[in-house]
Structure formats: C-alpha cells, structure tokens
C-alpha cells in the first residue's frame, strides 16, 4: 500500500530534550516536506525536500533540523524543542513532476505526529 | 505571493441538505487548487483538484468545485451532506516555482446535525 508513515504518533517531552520525528514514504517521490499545524492557522510548511541531499527552509524553520540521506526518508529533529513547539506535524511527499506542472502534483500526507512540549 | 481565504470558520448543516464552503485565493497567474479534508484525529485526505483543465472538479464522496477565474474563487460543494463529512476541510493553493509548498487555507469545520 502507498503511504507515507511518520513515528511517534504522540510524544510528550521537555523543553531542551532532543527528539526526531521520522517520516517515510514508499512511493519513490523526489519531494518531501514537513508541516504543523496549529489552530486557525491552518498547515505551514517547515522544511522540504527536493531530493537527496536537497532540503531548504519553509515558511517556520526557526528551532528546526532535517536531512534527507535516503530518497525515502526525511526525519524532522528539534535539537532543543520549547513549548511553541507543541504542535500537530505532518510529513507529506510528491513527485517532482514536469517543470511547468510541478505544482499540480498531489502532495500525500502521513497520519500526524501529535507533540507536547512541557 | 499566493494566498487563500477560507471565508467561513464554521459551517452547520442539516443532514441531506446542501454543503457549501467557500474558498477565495489570490494567485499572479493560473494556480493549481486542492481541497483537503480532516476527519477528527485523522491525517489529510485530497478531496479534489484544480488543474487548469475543466473548471468543474468533481471529487470523491460527491463533491465538486467549481473554479472561477473573473471570481477568484473555488467553492466547494455537496448537494446533500451526510453525518460522515463532519470534519474539518482545507483550501490549498501550490506555489508557483519548483519549491511545491502548498499554501493551506485557515479550514472551515464542519458540523453536520441530524
């Protein structure tokens, strides 16, 4: 089945302890990204991916790590989370596509990791 | 820059009767627009998509879009809601340009009574 998996599903921790979120797709898309969502603020991206080795920064990358060393995973790590963190995040992928149709794509989401930062 | 304004917050309707979530966007040129929904503690699931192809979109579960370029707008539409499409549902527009960052509306909840 085509999916993309993301683990923990919940997690609560403390502020400054390190904690990674892994995602991974099944689908062989080249581009991947990593969102939180907040209440009436609706999804905001954090970081993507266009392919290995590839990443850049979204619209909230502030307190953020990822790497992308395998086409299929893209682990999120917050190196000293704060409690602005406690979120809902999603991992997504997609293929690259055409350069003019990049942007039709459909992004497919993972089920959420849902974090608590005490 | 790309942007999308979900008008409603919260939606209520009957059972059977009609569902509309309205949904503006601001785009410099011909965007590609999805509609998401949310059940309850659940991920994202792609309802429909815009792709500059027919401007009337049909989606699973019976809804449809309708994109209106003079309006700006892509409304989504049911003509009879069932108790299973309470939940919450997002307007999304990609960006332009190779990063493929989907640009997500506020989201509208929602409730369907019996």
């Known amino acids: 089945e085509a999916q993309v998996t993301q683990n923990p599903r919940y997690l609560i921790t403390v502020t400054g302890k390190k904690l990674t979120v892994t995602c991974s797709q099944n689908m062989n898309h080249e581009y991947m990204s990593w969102y939180r969502q907040d209440p009436g603020l609706g999804l905001r991206q954090i970081y993507y991916s266009m392919n290995v080795e590839v990443t850049d920064k979204g619209d909230v990358p502030e307190g953020y790590k990822v790497s992308r060393k395998e086409k299929r995973n893209f682990p999120l790590i917050l190196e000293s989370p704060s409690p602005n963190q406690t979120s809902l995040y999603f991992c997504?992928?997609?293929?690259?596509?055409?350069?003019?149709?990049?942007?039709?794509?459909?992004?497919?989401f993972g089920p959420g990791t849902r974090l608590l930062v005490l | 820059a790309q942007s999308v304004t979900q008008l409603d917050s919260h939606v209520s309707v009957s059972e059977g009767t009609p569902v509309l979530l309205r949904c503006n966007y601001s785009s410099s040129y011909s965007p590609s627009l999805f509609w998401y929904v949310q059940h309850p503690n659940k991920g994202l699931q792609l309802l429909l998509k815009?792709?500059?192809?027919?401007?009337l979109v049909k989606g699973i579960n019976g809804f449809e879009a309708e994109f209106k370029k003079s309006e700006t707008s892509f409304h989504l539409t049911k003509p009879s809601a069932h108790m299973s499409d309470a939940a919450e549902y997002f307007c999304?527009?990609?960006?332009?340009?190779?990063?493929?960052?989907?640009?997500f509306g506020q989201g509208t909840t929602l409730q369907v009574k019996p």
């Open positions: 997504a992928s997609r293929r690259a596509g055409t350069s003019r149709g990049t942007g039709q794509e459909t992004q497919y």
């Open positions: 999304v527009v990609s960006e332009s340009g190779n990063t493929g960052k989907l640009i």
């Open positions: 815009y792709t500059s192809a027919a401007t």
